[in-house]
Nanobody, 128 residues
Framework: QVPLEESGGGSVQPGGSLRLSCAAS???????????MGWFRQAPGKEREGVAV???????RYADSVKGRFTISQDNAKNTLYLQMNSLKPEDTAMYYC???????????????????RGQGTQVTVSS
């Protein structure tokens, strides 16, 4: 497992933006081509939902609900994964978690909640 720590959550009005960060202190464990890193979220009373993932080749995949609004990216030099969230909606309100694994056969959005390492989460609240 790789220690992960999220930051950047907060409260924002509908239409606003936030950028989440995920610091991975042992990022060298995730330089393999089969690695998978991503974000999932969980709202009260709801199932965990994959939001976005990035594979070892830099390929990004998104849940349909966030396509065109969210962007996942990474900075290997800073050992950090990001989630830029634009045009936020009230239904985006949830606890957001960073997750990662060093090897996976196929890095998919649905897999994000089940990756072997995850952080403590950061709250995102969208309301007027």
């Amino acid at each position: 497992q790789v220690p992960l720590e999220e930051s950047g959550g907060g409260s924002v009005q509908p239409g606003g933006s936030l950028r989440l960060s995920c610091a991975a202190s042992r990022f060298t464990g995730l330089t393999y081509s089969r690695r998978c890193m991503g974000w999932f979220r969980q709202a009260p009373g709801k199932e965990r939902e994959g939001v976005a993932v990035m594979d070892g080749a830099g390929g990004a995949r998104y849940a349909d609900s966030v396509k065109g609004r969210f962007t996942i990216s990474q900075d290997n030099a800073k050992n950090t994964l990001y989630l830029q969230m634009n045009s936020l909606k009230p239904e985006d309100t949830a606890m957001y978690y960073c997750a990662a694994t060093s090897w996976v056969a196929s890095c998919t959005v649905a897999l994000a909640p089940f990756l072997s390492s995850r952080g403590q989460g950061t709250q995102v609240t969208v309301s007027s």
